[in-house]
């Protein structure tokens, strides 16, 4: 009896080992395909300064595409219309980002002298990612030493190029121009104390970015990340060399999967997205703007060359990301190619999309874009547009037109695949069954890097008002705080929040308030003023933008702010 006894407590024992250990699988295979949330996002795309100004850009259809304007350099100098001539371009146009000389070093605690030796990718990283912060209501000064994460894709070295030869060098060029202080300067302003990396996969370095801030919130290394990429051209280098290699359209336009596709044009951009885990965001009544359900990354590996696309390796990480995801081939929508507008690339990217998409259980053709036909190929930026641009489709569910398709270009079977190009806004299809919506972004880099990303509408629980489970929509009166680092900046703020409420009158005050009060930094130029209603917020602002004689809001100096951001 002895042994028997024994022996069943040895076997309980055992099943207890083995029930643990399938849990510790099943919290393991649920980590590795959690829902991650975007809880903010912050731009600087040609034309659009804000994900909304953005969408308008995209679903009116305009094309960003310009002369290469005169402050980057003299085009006529390096200009020659005949292609291979060496040290010229054939090119005269792209997309660009105005007024990227100016910056406000004193905000972010840096002396005029570091910030002239700066490279303005660096300041624009500054500026949008606290931008991000602030729309996610995350205020910077409550991050301080936390474990947030920070992701960046970057390219390019113009700015060094303008900077001089070594004479130039002295004590911040380093500091300014390294790669690694991109995303480094970035934690240090912000006092963030969670992983931190500069990725640089070339035209598929800011997706990867984002690939990575998924995977470190998944594995618990931190509880919020920033990601996203950033790229200018200020030197003509880019240009003569994608001259060189015949790889930029003639005639200044991005033709995807059109028959005169034979090129892309560069362009320039910033984007930042804050990512926080769905469960997370869900818990702090966060606003969700989309659900990343899965990404991947790989490599072409061996081919046909260097930089010649690789259609199995795309094919392999497009189910990789919908393995990850759980979301089946046929309930994907819409894919934000990478698009590049090349006769050779073109048709290699829709033969993968077709490879994975082209399924029985299809019943909607899948629409397929390319933000690159409106605002160019902005490079180490180009992958965070593309998610810019589907997280606002997937908000409005309307998919905007794809520009300059004209011809379908005659390499690509159109006949016998499920895919179409929009020319025009179309609606988003209705999902089947009671799935959410849902798109896909890809983007491959130059040296063989892609990655793709799965992102879903956000869950109707999530789009409910903050705090509706509260008292704080029911006050009659609410406060409402604002603040700046002078009067000027503080009328400018108060301008921009009346624009709001009169673009918005339907927001509900409590949680306008509760964002304002606590989602921002506090700084010495103060006001507060008190309303019951939208309309009243809004004439109180206005008022303080133009003050009246009927009203005086409650304004004032508060020199114990914060040292440093």
């Known amino acids: 009896h002895e042994l028997l006894k024994n022996a069943f407590v040895k076997i309980e024992q055992l099943q207890a080992k083995v ?38 850009l995209l679903s009116n259809g305009t094309d960003m595409l310009t002369e290469i304007p005169a402050d980057r350099w003299d085009v006529d100098a390096y200009y020659d219309q005949t292609p291979g001539t060496p040290g010229k371009m054939y090119v005269r146009r792209g997309a660009f980002l105005d007024g990227v000389d100016q910056f406000d070093p004193q905000f972010f605690g840096i002396s005029p002298r570091e910030a002239v030796s700066m490279d303005p990718q660096h300041r624009l990283l500054l500026e949008v990612s606290w931008e991000a912060l602030e729309r996610a209501g995350e205020a910077p000064a409550r991050l301080q030493r936390s474990e947030t994460g920070v992701y960046v894709g970057i390219n390019g070295h113009d700015y060094q ?18 790669f690694c202080f991109a995303s480094g300067r970035l ?8 992983p931190n990396m500069v990725v640089d996969t070339a035209c598929s370095a800011s997706l990867v970015a984002v690939h990575l801030a ?12 920033l990601a996203g990429g950033v790229q200018l051209i200020l030197a003509p280098d880019a240009a003569i060399a994608g001259s060189q290699m015949h790889s930029l359209a003639a005639d200044g336009r991005c033709k995807t999967f059109d028959a005169a596709a034979d090129g892309y044009i560069t362009g320039e951009g910033c984007g930042i997205v ?8 869900v818990a702090a009544k966060d606003q969700i703007l989309a659900v990343i359900r899965g990404s991947a990354v790989n490599h072409d590996g061996p081919g046909s060359g260097l930089t010649v696309p690789n259609k199995q390796a795309q094919t392999a990480l497009i189910q990789r990301a919908l393995a990850n995801s759980q979301v089946a081939p046929h309930l994907v929508s819409y894919v934000e190619a990478h698009g590049t507008g090349t006769a050779l690339g073109d048709p290699i990217e829709v033969r993968a999309l077709t490879s994975v998409f082209d399924v029985p259980a299809r019943t909607e053709p899948l629409r397929v874009g390319s933000i690159k036909t409106n605002i160019g190929h902005l490079v180490s930026a180009a992958g965070i547009a593309g998610l810019f641009k589907v997280v606002m489709a997937l908000q409005h569910e309307e998919i905007p037109p794809h520009l300059n398709f004209q011809t379908p270009s005659p390499h690509i079977d159109w006949a016998n695949i499920p895919i179409q190009v929009p020319t025009a806004r179309t609606p988003w299809p209705r999902p089947q069954g009671n799935a959410q919506p849902v798109a896909d972004v890809s983007s491959f880099g130059l040296p063989g890097t892609n990655a793709h990303v799965v992102v879903a509408k956000a869950p109707s629980a999530a789009e409910q008002p ?4 509260s008292q704080v929509n029911e006050r009659t009166a609410h406060l409402f705080t604002l603040s700046a ?11 921009r929040y009346a624009d709001y409420l009169t673009a918005h009158p339907n927001v509900p005050l409590g949680d306008f308030c509760y964002t304002a009060n606590v989602g921002r930094n506090h700084w010495e130029e103060r006001a507060a003023l008190v309303a019951g209603t939208a309309a009243q917020m809004q004439q109180q602002l206005q008022a303080l933008v133009n003050p009246t004689p009927d009203f005086t809001p409650s304004t004032g100096y508060a020199p114990d702010h914060l040292a440093r951001p």
């Open 19 to 56: 029930a643990a250990a399938e849990e510790e699988k099943a919290q393991t295979n649920a980590r590795a395909a959690e829902p991650i949330a975007v809880v903010g996002m912050a731009c600087r795309f040609p034309g659009a300064e804000t994900p909304e100004a953005l969408w308008t």
């Open 161 to 178: 190029q303008r900077l001089g030869g070594l004479e130039a060098l002295h004590t911040y060029a380093a500091t300014g121009n390294s």
């Open 187 to 194: 934690s240090y302003v912000l006092g963030l104390q969670g």
């Open 214 to 225: 998924v995977q470190s919130l998944r594995n618990r290394e931190t509880d919020l990340a």
């Open 274 to 281: 804050v990512l926080k885990r769905l469960c997370d965001a």
């Open 466 to 469: 903050r705090g509706n489970d």
């Open 485 to 495: 680092r002078s009067k000027p900046a503080l009328r400018e703020l108060a301008q």
